[in-house]
């Protein structure tokens, strides 16, 4: 399984960017999938998930301002994210087989490099 990330970088407070996972070796079609962060000092955190091919979960932090979308035939998973706050820079990781049971997620045992993302105030 390979997971590679892209579209990170330095933007505004208030501006916006698209992550993008490209994945290979893994059945894309029936695999949850996630992205999460990690910011300087603090745990890597849940950003927001697919799951189930349809149900999408969002951290409240995120809510409203980011969506999480994926492209079947592109092998694609996507992270539009808008309104940028400060707090919202860090590295984004692509996350698969992410696990959704009985209310809790758990993180999947795929994982891409990570791309960074800072917002500048």
């Known amino acids: 399984v390979q997971l590679m990330e892209s579209g990170g970088g330095l933007v505004q407070s208030g501006g916006s960017l698209r992550l993008s996972c490209a994945a290979s070796?893994?059945?894309?079609?029936?695999?949850?999938m996630a992205w999460y962060r990690q910011s300087p000092g603090k745990q890597r955190e849940l950003v927001a998930g697919?799951?189930?091919?349809?149900?999408?979960h969002y951290a409240e932090s995120v809510q409203g301002r980011f969506t999480i979308s994926r492209n079947i035939d592109e092998r694609r998973l996507y992270l539009q994210m808008n309104n940028l706050f400060p707090d919202d820079g860090g590295v984004y990781y692509c996350?698969?087989?992410?696990?959704?049971?009985?209310?809790?997620?758990?993180?999947?045992?795929?994982w891409g490099q990570g791309t960074q993302v800072t917002v500048s105030s």
């Open positions: 996350n698969m087989g992410t696990i959704h049971r009985a209310g809790r997620i758990a993180e999947g045992p795929y």
């Open positions: 697919i799951f189930d091919g349809v149900r999408r």
């Open positions: 070796g893994i059945d894309f079609r029936v695999n949850n």
